[in-house]
């Protein structure tokens, strides 16, 4: 297994890893809630939690 350094998340493929490295652990959070000041990486797990949690 491959381990990211960043997390300990483990990953059975190095292609796998590389992408969590460069996807997830390598982006800092880019959109922040208005509500809740909670921070996301992408712009749907955003939306996705304003839907859910400030309806």
Do not use: A, M
């Not at 490295?21 to 304003?50: A, D």
């Amino acid at each position: 297994p491959f381990t990211c350094y960043k997390c300990g998340k483990r990953y059975q493929w190095t292609d796998s890893l590389s992408r969590h490295l460069r996807e997830v652990c390598g982006v800092s959070p880019k959109y922040s809630c208005s509500i809740c000041y909670t921070k996301f990486r992408r712009k749907h797990y955003l939306l996705r939690h304003q839907r859910n949690f400030h309806k």
